[in-house]
Nanobody, 128 residues
Framework: QVQLVESGGGLVQAGGSLRLSCAASGRTFSGYAMGWFRQAPGEEREFVAAISWSGGNTIYADSVKGRFTISRDNAKNTVYLQMDSLKPEDTAVYYC?????????????????????WGQGTQVTVSS
């Protein structure tokens, strides 16, 4: 079992920045690929970014590419999402997720059903 707790959400003006954190506990964090997803009111939960267990491979949704950066610190059991140039359409609850990599250093899942563990989410609101 892996427990995930997100933090760092809040209210920010358009063009501003936020950094989300996701602290993991339980199983060995470094064995897991990590992802960020978001869900706006009335919308499906959508993929934002993912990072392999080593940190050597990252992928992003087209809507955030060039503005968001995912990173991880395995010594601190934490994954981050740096969000810059925020837009009102980035407003959503942001969730982190974890999935066992089974040694695959390149593994960066981008579909909801590939992840077994989820946090409770943190609200991000971007005002225009």
């Amino acid at each position: 079992q892996v427990q995930l707790v997100e933090s760092g959400g809040g209210l920010v003006q358009a063009g501003g920045s936020l950094r989300l954190s996701c602290a993991a506990s339980g199983r060995t964090f470094s064995g897991y690929a990590m992802g960020w997803f978001r869900q706006a009111p009335g919308e499906e939960r959508e993929f934002v970014a993912a990072i392999s267990w080593s940190g050597g491979n990252t992928i992003y949704a087209d809507s955030v590419k060039g503005r968001f950066t995912i990173s991880r610190d395995n010594a601190k059991n934490t994954v981050y999402l740096q969000m810059d140039s925020l837009k009102p359409e980035d407003t959503a609850v942001y969730y982190c997720a974890a999935e066992e990599s089974y040694g695959r250093s390149w593994y960066t899942p981008n579909r909801r059903n590939e992840y077994d563990y989820w946090g409770q989410g943190t609200q991000v609101t971007v005002s225009s």
